[in-house]
Every structure is written in C-alpha cells, then in structure tokens.
C-alpha cells in the first residue's frame, strides 16, 4: 500500500523558514517523480514544485521560485521542502503527491494527508 | 506560461443528471491533461489521465474527453457520493498548473 506522510508544517513568522518531510512507503522510490501541491484555506489546488524520480528534473512555480528548494533522499524515501522568506500568501496545506512515472509529466495518482503552514506574527 | 481555466465555477444538478464540465488551456498541451475529484475535507483522488484514461477503481460513470487546448470531464449519472470540487491539471511542461476547480453539488 502506498503511503506519504507529511510532517513540519507549523506556525512561522513572515520572513521565516520551515522544512517540510514526505515518508512515503508501499512503492520503489526512485522509480517516481514526487511534487509539492498546495492548497490555501477555501481556496483551490496550486502546483508548487517537482522533482524527477533520479532528482535530476526539478521546477519551481514562479510564486516560490527563489525561496523554495525541492530535494529528494533515494536512500531514505524521503522527499523534501525547505522554504524559506516565508509569506502569509504562503499559507496552506502542503501535499505530497507522487506521480504516476519517472518524469515530471506526469499525473499523481496518491497524495498524502497534507501538513498545515501557517505563516502570521 | 499556459493557463489553465475551467467552466462552470460551480453547478448544482440532480441525482441521475448527466455532468459536463469543460476545462481549457491557453496554448496546445496535447493530451496531457489530468482530472480530480477532491470531497469535501478530503485529499484530492486522480480520476482521469492521458485526458481520457480511467484511473483504476474510478466508476465508469466518469469520462474524459478532448485534445489540444479543449477538455472535457463527464459525469453519465450523477450520484450522491459525487459531490465535491473537480479539477484539471496540464502536466506537459512545468508549470504543472490546475485549472481554478468546479464545485459540484445538488440542487
């Protein structure tokens, strides 16, 4: 069964920095590209970045592009997102969302539960 | 960057109603172009890939239509358990964008 696991979401003051974690089981992990989705409360889904399944394929969305960094550990089944200069727009759920292939074009077929940032002083 | 748009916002039908919703982009994304079905308070689920590949486990109830720039996501019978907000995502080339969504609900 596949399963990713959020966790490092939390309150953090604008400016600030927070890295986000994905465990993810039930699947060969470096057969898979793996993204950040966002979701802002009430409002719809925004793709925030991807990563190939080798890590050599990363994109940004230009809304985070320069403050947030995509990283994957093969040997750990770990993906990553360090984000930093945080913004209150930043605020969301942040999903793990594994895609259907290697490459980065390509759909996601499981999400995980989702980790709550929320950025305010 | 190519965007992503959807119609209706929203639409109300009834049990049994056949659901069309329409989903545009841009510029021609071919036919990489995704569907999901997020319920309410729950984790978006893909129902469509390829713009008319079933996922596993979707009912066949959902279909998938369209090329190029004009998709199309029909429900044939609509059912209580279909409530829920439905979005497109183009995943040709980054920006891997998702359309603004379309609420489904009942009258």
């Known amino acids: 069964e596949v399963q990713l696991l959020e966790s490092g979401g939390g309150l953090v003051q604008p400016g600030g920095s927070l890295r986000l974690s994905c465990a993810a089981s039930?699947?060969?992990?470096?057969?898979?590209?793996l993204s950040w989705v966002r979701q802002a409360p009430g409002k719809g889904l925004e793709w925030v970045s991807v990563v190939s399944g080798s890590g050599a394929r990363i994109h940004y969305a230009d809304s985070v592009k320069g403050r947030f960094t995509i990283s994957r550990d093969n040997s750990k089944n770990t993906l990553y997102l360090e984000m930093k200069s945080l913004r209150a727009e930043d605020t969301a759920v942040y999903y793990c969302?594994?895609?259907?292939?290697?490459?980065?074009?390509?759909?996601?077929?499981?999400w995980g539960q989702g980790t709550l940032v929320t950025v305010s002083s | 960057d190519i965007q992503m748009t959807q119609s209706p916002s929203s639409l109300s039908a009834s049990v049994g109603d056949r659901v069309t919703i329409t989903c545009r982009a841009s510029?021609?994304?071919?036919?990489?172009l995704a569907w999901y079905q997020q319920k309410p308070g729950k984790v978006p689920d893909l129902l469509i890939y390829?713009?008319?590949t079933l996922q596993s486990g979707v009912p066949s109830r959902f279909s998938g239509s369209g090329s190029g720039t004009d998709f199309t996501l029909t429900i044939s019978s609509l059912q209580p358990e279909d409530v829920a907000t439905y979005y497109c995502?183009?995943?040709?080339?980054?920006?891997?964008?998702f359309g603004p969504g379309t609420k489904v609900d009942f009258k």
């Open positions: 390829g713009a008319s």
């Open positions: 039930g699947f060969t992990f470096g057969s898979y590209a």
């Open positions: 510029q021609g994304i071919s036919n990489y």
């Open positions: 995502q183009k995943y040709n080339s980054a920006p891997l964008a």
């Open positions: 969302a594994k895609a259907r292939s290697e490459v980065v074009a390509a759909a996601y077929n499981y």
